[in-house]
């Protein structure tokens, strides 16, 4: 792991000090979690721009939903 410093305003370290104490997590695992949840969203907001992108430039047929939807599988209640 490498050690890096990072500026914080006073209001923000203590809200991550009392969310470590919360978690029970000290607070540098608790930023790599936020961190790692953070980028996790960055990726998923990315994925869905490129998919909307994609659909927009090449929009579904509605003609063709009906021939899907007969091979959906949907679970039991």
Known sequence: METIQAVLDSRLL???E????RTKLNRSALIR???????K???I???ELRD????EA???DSRELPS???EASWPEE
């Open 41 to 43: 969203n960055l990726d």
């Open 52 to 55: 909307r992108k994609g659909y």
């Open 68 to 70: 899907w939807e007969a």
């Open 33 to 39: 979690e936020a961190v790692r949840a953070h980028l």
């Open 58 to 60: 090449s929009p579904v």
């Open 14 to 16: 203590r809200s991550i």
């Open 45 to 47: 907001r990315e994925r």
């Open 18 to 21: 009392a969310a470590a104490r």
